[in-house]
């Protein structure tokens, strides 16, 4: 009887790739816009609006309105892009507008309203 004996060679490479580290991405802040100044009769629907807001890199995630100038009043809706007066008389009014994007980033802008009788 005769024996036949195969051997089979079986060999691995190990291959060991080093890439490039990776490099973080910049986050670009987003740019508030609280529009331009702007005179208005007493007897007009006063706004803000900040829908202007740019944000290059990602999305606006957030709005904030707070009032900096002026009698106190009331903002319908702080924390929407675009919001409601109420409670003004005349005078002069001034507004500060922060949009934050989703990863922190912040950014702030101004806006004076006048109210004329």
Do not use: C, H
């Amino acid at each position: 009887m005769k024996a036949i004996i195969v051997i089979l060679s079986m060999s691995s490479t190990l291959a060991v790739f080093q890439n490039e580290p990776v490099k973080p991405v910049k986050n670009i802040p987003p740019q508030a816009n609280a529009g331009a100044d702007y005179t208005v009769p007493s007897n007009d629907f006063v706004q803000l609006d900040g829908t202007s807001s740019r944000e290059e890199d990602g999305i606006i995630s957030r709005y904030q309105w707070k009032q900096i100038g002026g009698a106190p009043l009331v903002i319908s809706n702080a924390n929407a892009a675009i919001t409601g007066l109420t409670g003004y008389s005349k005078g002069e009014y001034t507004f500060r507008l922060t949009v934050a994007d989703e990863k922190g980033a912040v950014s702030t802008d101004d806006v004076k309203i006048t109210i004329q009788d």
